[in-house]
């Protein structure tokens, strides 16, 4: 067993912005990353994905991303981004270190044991594994017999790779929206099979980036904000129910506040929809072969199936004592970043309209410092 003062779990934007903050308090870390890279799911992420937020609010602390990367920076130079961060901040990754097992010591330190049958002592542990840890796959009666592509959005590349003339994009997420537009774009025939009611807002407001309205406003409480912006999101999306789209009774603001559940950044995809390049239907009720039949009694043949329905955190795997720790919720409480106060911290598990790269930049200067006063 070796010992470390502090143990970071994951080498993403969260574990390199903690490792970076612990550096600049003084405090060295051990960094372990399962995958054989940094910002491994940036590498995994469909090939035309940019950020939604921009440039200067996607930033880890103490490096602003560079002056020639556009507003919106490309998924590559996300990647090269991070790279450059983690240099610069001489952090040095252990890859291939797949986390299994993190508990208390005898001593109340923490262990934590890695795949290859390693583990280590520390004082501190800080859990940087992501809120898109596990793919969550919905099953319908019927699936197992579909006779076409059936696959993630984490799977999914571009709409080339596909090989595919009639794609049904399920879920109504960014990636849903992305993956669907992508589909459109590339000539293919797209329908969208959405569940429940939705929460849309534009990416930009007159010019201004909706995160950057977002972060204006956060100081004020969720439902006032939400009441004050629903008029122009109404204006924008008056047409929801009669494209087929269930309007939410909360706002978008309130359902991320409350149930974790961010709206759909509209980057094209609901002009699509109104154009008829994007068909609706609602949950689906069960498939038999390439034909799948909706919960409204309709029904349409796929050669593809795209299932952009979201990823979960999957903690329960790395703590044992997971269920009283967090009370049947999946992740802390929202703003807890050391809810037991025994030296176990959470970076990035907190959704926010204000987007979550600069969220995990708060997170870890806030963590950094905490342990630097332990
Ligand atoms: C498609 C998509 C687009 C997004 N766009 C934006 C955006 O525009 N703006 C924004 O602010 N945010 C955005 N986000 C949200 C968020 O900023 C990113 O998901 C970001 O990568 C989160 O960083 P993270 O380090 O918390 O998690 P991740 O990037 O998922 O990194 C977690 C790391 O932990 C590793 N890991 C997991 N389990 C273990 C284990 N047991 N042992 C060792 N290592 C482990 C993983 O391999 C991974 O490298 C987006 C998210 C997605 C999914």
Redesign the pocket.
Known sequence: MTVAGTVV???????LACAAALRANGRSSTV????DN?????RR?YER?H???TKAH?ALPGAPMPRNFPRYPSRLQVIDYLEAYARANDIRIQFG????RISRSRSRDWIVE?NDGDAIEAETVVI??????VPIRPVWKGQESFKGKLLHSYEFSNAGALSANRVLVVGFG??AGEIALECVEAGLEVCMSVRGPVNIVPLELLGVPTATIAIAQRHFPYSLVDAVNAPLLHLRYRDMERLGLQKSANGPLTNIAEKNRTPLIDIGTMAQIRAGAIRIYPRIDWSNARHVHFADGRSADFDTIILATG?RPSLE??LPDFAERFQGADRPKRGALQPGNDGLYF??FNTTST??????GIEAISIARSIAQR
């Open positions: 779990v994951g080498g993403g934007p969260a574990g372990l990353e399962r995958a940094l910002a491994s799911s940036w992420h994905l950020l939604h937020t996607s270190k797949s986390v299994i890695t940087a594994t992501g809120l898109s840890n960014n990636s990823f795997t790395l970076c990035g987007g979550l790269l600069r969220q995990i």
